[in-house]
């Protein structure tokens, strides 16, 4: 049986002038021609409406990196999934920057997740430890507040509160350790591999091992064209997330050819 097609997913966080954004996605979807991967460009959400003009009808799809549940509201300076779910068909949400700097919890994220799958768009869910928890044994004792929220287990059951068994399917999760985001270093591909099984238990254990087999489980954290082959070897990992390298276009498009070689 042929592997399902890796996810590889691109997020630009807070970079990009609109003109870039639109140079970045014409030379994406350009080399995403010849690769049997799914592409998703998750651009600033100005640029939202422009870029996925731009990808319109080429298989390469659309996703934003956080929105508000719910769709009118007064809420100054926010702007809702319902708002944006015509243009887009996935969302990240709970990635480590916005749980750090205190914009998300895990409840925010859970009415994010619940309201995202009712509005039809796939979740992104990332999940991660904030410092390096299971190669250092810690010492005995309570674990310290920072500690207790790196368990990617609770941060996965958090975010998946109330979520309907049928709806497990739709999800996608981003396995990110904190302390690998940013270009510093990677996991080791065997390490990652190590936690996301953790990560599909917990699925099997929410709905079923079927479910848990089909939910696409994705590392992000330093992922570059060097190391992106070494990473999908690990037949757990099923994509990427990728950050600083998706902002050029010929790195992003190297990932997606390395991650082919081994798929
Ligand atoms: P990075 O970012 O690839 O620049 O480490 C990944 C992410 O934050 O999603």
Same mark, same amino acid.
């Given at each position: 049986m042929e592997s399902p097609r890796p996810l590889i997913v691109g997020n630009w966080k807070m970079h990009t002038t609109l003109r870039e954004a639109q140079k970045l996605s014409e030379s994406i979807v350009h080399g995403a021609k010849q690769f049997r991967s799914q592409v998703v460009l998750c651009p600033p959400l100005p640029w939202l409406v422009s870029v996925a003009e731009e990808t319109k009808g080429t298989g390469v799809k659309i996703g934003v990196q956080d929105a508000a549940p719910?769709?009118?509201?007064?809420?100054?300076?926010n702007v809702s999934l319902g708002m944006i779910a015509p243009y887009t068909d996935y969302v990240i949400l709970g990635h480590s920057e916005r749980r750090l700097a205190g914009l998300d919890t895990d409840k925010t994220i859970n009415a994010k997740v619940l309201d995202a799958l009712k509005r039809g768009l796939t979740p992104i869910i990332c999940v991660g430890e904030?410092?390096? &928890?299971?190669?250092n044994k810690r010492p005995r004792g309570r674990p310290r507040r920072i500690e207790a929220a790196s368990n990617v287990v609770v941060q996965l059951r958090r975010a998946l509160a109330d979520v309907k068994r049928v709806d497990l399917k739709k999800i996608v999760i981003a396995y990110e350790p904190v302390w690998a985001i940013g270009g510093t270093e990677a996991a080791t591909p065997e390490y990652a591999a190590k936690i996301i099984v953790r990560l599909r238990r917990t699925i099997a254990r929410l709905g079923s091992k079927a479910t848990a087999a089909v939910v696409p489980i994705l590392y992000g954290g330093s992922v570059n064209p060097e190391n992106a082959a070494a990473l999908l070897?690990?037949?757990?990992?099923?994509g990427l997330l990728v950050?600083?390298?998706? &902002?050029k276009s010929d790195q992003f498009t190297a990932i997606v050819a390395a991650c082919e070689e081994v798929r």
């Amino acid at each position: 049986m042929e592997s399902p097609r890796p996810l590889i997913v691109g997020n630009w966080k807070m970079h990009t002038t609109l003109r870039e954004a639109q140079k970045l996605s014409e030379s994406i979807v350009h080399g995403a021609k010849q690769f049997r991967s799914q592409v998703v460009l998750c651009p600033p959400l100005p640029w939202l409406v422009s870029v996925a003009e731009e990808t319109k009808g080429t298989g390469v799809k659309i996703g934003v990196q956080d929105a508000a549940p719910g769709e009118f509201d007064a809420q100054t300076g926010n702007v809702s999934l319902g708002m944006i779910a015509p243009y887009t068909d996935y969302v990240i949400l709970g990635h480590s920057e916005r749980r750090l700097a205190g914009l998300d919890t895990d409840k925010t994220i859970n009415a994010k997740v619940l309201d995202a799958l009712k509005r039809g768009l796939t979740p992104i869910i990332c999940v991660g430890e904030f410092i390096h &928890l299971y190669e250092n044994k810690r010492p005995r004792g309570r674990p310290r507040r920072i500690e207790a929220a790196s368990n990617v287990v609770v941060q996965l059951r958090r975010a998946l509160a109330d979520v309907k068994r049928v709806d497990l399917k739709k999800i996608v999760i981003a396995y990110e350790p904190v302390w690998a985001i940013g270009g510093t270093e990677a996991a080791t591909p065997e390490y990652a591999a190590k936690i996301i099984v953790r990560l599909r238990r917990t699925i099997a254990r929410l709905g079923s091992k079927a479910t848990a087999a089909v939910v696409p489980i994705l590392y992000g954290g330093s992922v570059n064209p060097e190391n992106a082959a070494a990473l999908l070897s690990q037949k757990q990992i099923d994509g990427l997330l990728v950050g600083r390298a998706s &902002l050029k276009s010929d790195q992003f498009t190297a990932i997606v050819a390395a991650c082919e070689e081994v798929r």
